[in-house]
């Protein structure tokens, strides 16, 4: 299992929107000039972002996107799925119906009723993905990096946000 980059892209820009005041957009161009990745691809990440309702755009000479959540109430699993996509990790085949030894025209109960065992643990573990994943918001992320790294790197993110349009 790997997520794109995608995710991490969106993580960490949504992390700097955090500190934008509400009501002030932040444009792709910019995040993608600060986060040092190619802004075609982020404007990509940042539309599936917009369809899902967790940025919202801003149209005008100053428009780009801002949250259109509160930082506690965006997950991790939200953001995962809005990049991704909401199809399950484990895809089953069915691989247990082509064994040699069976007949395919005539299936015992247990290849066809019962659920794959492979599958039931697969579903499980992704449930307990997601249930984790859940519980840690873009809001959990600020704070937790914002007592990390020094207080002057915080500062200027902000101020290299805040001073963007006037470059």
């Known amino acids: 299992m790997q997520f794109s980059i ?15 005041p509400s009501g002030k957009a932040v444009g792709i161009k910019d995040l993608a000039a600060f986060q040092g990745v190619s802004e075609t691809y ?14 919202k755009s801003i149209p005008g000479v100053n428009g780009g ?20 996509g909401t199809t399950p990790l484990f895809q089953c085949a069915e691989i247990r119906q082509n064994e040699i030894l069976l007949d395919k ?8 009723k019962c ?3 492979i599958k039931v643990v697969m579903v ?3 449930d307990q993905m997601r249930q984790y994943l859940n519980n840690k918001t ?25 001073n963007v349009k006037s470059r």
């Open 124 to 126: 499980e573990a992704e």
């Open 42 to 55: 982020l404007s990509k990440v940042f539309t599936k972002l917009r369809k899902a309702g967790i940025v």
């Open 105 to 112: 025209n005539n299936l015992p109960d247990t290849y066809t």
């Open 65 to 84: 996107y801002e949250l259109a959540r509160i930082p506690e109430s965006i997950t991790f699993w939200n953001i995962i799925e809005a990049v991704e």
């Open 115 to 117: 659920p794959c065992l």
């Open 6 to 20: 995608g995710v991490e892209y969106a993580l960490h820009c949504l992390l700097y929107m955090v500190d934008i």
């Open 138 to 162: 873009l809001g959990w992320l600020h704070e937790q990096v914002s007592n990390k790294i020094p207080e002057e790197h915080v500062k200027a993110t902000i101020e290299w946000f805040n």
